[in-house]
């Protein structure tokens, strides 16, 4: 039963990436938009007041905030997606019904118990969403739609009724029934969402206690890495009340990320919600990434070259310069996280504090820079083009987190013999990655993982495969290493993560194909 219910909350963790995946680059096109738009840029870059160039930047960024004003409906379609185990076009469609359904079943509430405000809505949580005047419950409304629409899915597809109601049965059931499951569901939330929002807000005080509560927050998201839990407490921060709640311009904004949205891409550097809110909410966000995928990441790997053995330190440096870039460039961090996670677990231990204890004086200092990822675009973008960021800052924290990083690392690596990159006595052979020759890795991981009729179930995150297996004991681990793969962890009986990196989607296209009997040539 435990662990059915992990495998649910990994399942439902990889689920929010979808739409996660989606708001990182339209962030990034909204925050491009807005940073030329904004008059302090004009000033500096007098081009950029054209007309037509002013008429292209508004439009474009109007036309990707539409994105982040659907933010929930991203949600359940994304949920829905991910928790479905079959039929899952038919899983989506649902979860924008019942959406729809959640929206109204709480407008008709709020209506019947005389609740419905028409001045202030937001004071008292109310909002118009989709031209609904209802309860603002922002993602978490997306996320239960995506859970109902993914479950009813599974169990009903094939329900059969009577003949005269034949027509409507099998897929064509499963949207219907998702209506009559979110109608009480709708109806039910605003007896509990008082409550909620006082469990949510208690949590909020120690995830958002001044200056530590986002080293705190750094902390707990390394140590779930392993687990593929740590972008449920991402998104918990950035979209429910567990973020706080903030008054901007007499708007409530729930969650870091709304607000964040408002002063970064609306009211700019000049507003006084800037100096007063930036601080903390960026310390959650790209700010505190930067850290880990500009810095620590560097420097974590810098020592583990310099640890490794002299024969191998070819190897090492391509191998290392890759999992390096992958964050310095894409804020993938696990290749290098899980390169030294499963040998020396006691050392990610050590890693995940030091990155929580070093986030903390982020907002001492006061570094301002958005967005989500925290990669060197969005430094450049959010750091260097926007005004009052105090970027400078963010570079002598670097620095010290840089130091401090590889001085402990290449200690530790030395003193406890940790077989890192480069130091084992074989070096596991990458060429078939690095030639992308995903269908001879392919065939390498379907046998290591105990051949076709030992695979249950592939799927995918941003850097590894996950896989349920038959029997985990025909595993052979020895040709997962073969294969390219950079670690393996096994966080339940009969399930696996293999990490492949960046290559990650097209090994797992590949296995589809091979285990669907279709092979590339």
Same mark, same amino acid.
């Given at each position: 039963?435990?662990?059915? *219910? ?22 990034m ?16 870059? !007098?081009?950029? &007041? ?10 474009v ?8 004003? #659907? ?8 949920v ?8 899952? &076009? ?20 709020l209506?019947?118990? /005389? ?13 118009? $969403?989709? /031209? ?13 739609? =995506? ?8 169990r ?8 005269? *109601?034949?027509? *409507?049965?099998?897929k064509?059931?499963v ?19 008082? $409550? ?9 005080? +120690? ?24 972008? +449920?407490?991402?998104?918990?921060? %950035?979209f ?14 729930? &969650?870091?990320?709304?607000?964040? #949205? ?7 550097p #000049? ?23 500009l810095?620590? +990441? ?19 440096k =391509?191998?290392?310069?890759t ?16 390169s030294?996670?499963f040998i ?35 430094? /450049?973008?959010?750091g ?7 970027w +400078?800052?963010l ?14 690392? %290449? ?23 690095? #030639? ?16 076709k ?6 799927e ?22 073969e ?16 990490? *492949?990196? !960046? ?19």
């Open positions: 039963m435990n662990s059915n *219910f992990k495998n649910e909350i990994q399942t439902f963790g990889r689920s929010l990436l979808l739409p996660i995946a989606v708001l990182a680059p339209v962030g096109l909204m925050g491009i938009c807005s940073a030329l738009g904004q008059a302090y840029m004009i000033d500096k870059l !007098p081009f950029l &007041g054209n007309a037509y160039c002013k008429m292209i930047l508004s439009s960024g109007l036309i990707s905030s539409v994105v982040f004003q #659907n933010i929930p409906l991203l949600f359940a379609m994304g829905a997606y991910g928790m479905s185990k079959k039929e899952k &076009g038919i899983a989506v469609f649902s979860s924008v019904i019942a959406y729809l359904t959640l929206l109204i079943s709480m407008h008709v509430h209506k019947l118990m /005389g609740q419905l405000v028409t001045e202030n809505m937001a004071f008292v949580g109310q909002g118009m $969403v989709l /031209g609904i005047h209802t309860l603002k419950i922002e993602a978490l409304g997306g996320i239960i739609a =995506g859970l109902l629409a993914a479950k009813v899915t599974d009903f597809y094939r329900l059969q009724l009577p003949l005269a *109601f034949a027509f *409507f049965s099998g064509k059931s949207a219907i029934l998702a209506i009559a499951f979110t109608i009480p569901v709708g109806l039910i939330i605003p007896f509990i969402w008082d $409550v909620f929002t006082y469990g949510m807000r208690s949590i909020s005080t +120690v995830m958002m206690a001044p200056d530590i509560g986002a080293g705190i927050y750094m902390t707990l998201n390394r140590l779930l890495i392993p687990f593929g839990l740590h972008h +449920v407490l991402s998104s918990t921060v %950035r429910t009340e567990a973020g706080g709640t903030y008054l901007i311009d007499g708007q409530t904004y729930v &969650g870091i990320l709304p607000a964040m #949205n408002k002063i970064l891409f609306e009211l700019g #000049n507003h006084p919600a800037w100096n007063e809110l930036m601080p903390t909410l960026c310390s959650y966000l790209a700010s505190s990434q930067m850290l880990t995928t810095f620590r +990441v560097p420097a974590i790997g810098l020592a583990m070259y310099h640890m490794a053995y002299f024969k191998n330190k070819k190897f090492a =391509g191998m290392i310069l999992v390096v870039l992958t964050a310095f460039l894409g804020n993938i961090t696990e290749p290098l996280e899980f030294f996670l020396a677990p006691k050392l990610f231990i050590i890693y995940a504090i030091l990155c929580g204890l070093l986030t903390i004086p982020l907002q001492m200092l006061e570094v301002s820079i958005g967005y989500i990822r925290g990669t060197i675009f969005d430094f /450049g973008i959010f260097l083009m926007y005004e009052n960021t105090q +400078v800052n570079i002598l924290l670097g620095a010290v987190n840089f130091i401090v990083f590889y001085g402990v690392f %290449r200690y530790a690596i030395g003193k406890f013999d940790i077989k890192t990159p480069g130091r084992e006595n074989e070096t596991a052979d990458s060429a078939l990655l690095n #030639n992308k020759e995903y269908d001879k890795v392919a065939e390498l991981v379907i046998q290591g993982l105990g051949g009729q030992n695979i249950k179930r592939v995918n995150c941003v850097s590894r495969l996950r896989i349920d297996l038959g029997d985990q004991k025909l595993m052979n681990m020895e040709l997962l290493k294969a390219g793969s950079l670690g393996t962890f096994i966080p339940s009986s009969n399930h696996i993560h293999v990490v *492949f990196g !960046p290559h990650v989607e097209f090994v797992r296209n590949a296995v589809d194909d091979h285990l669907a009997g279709i092979t590339q040539r």
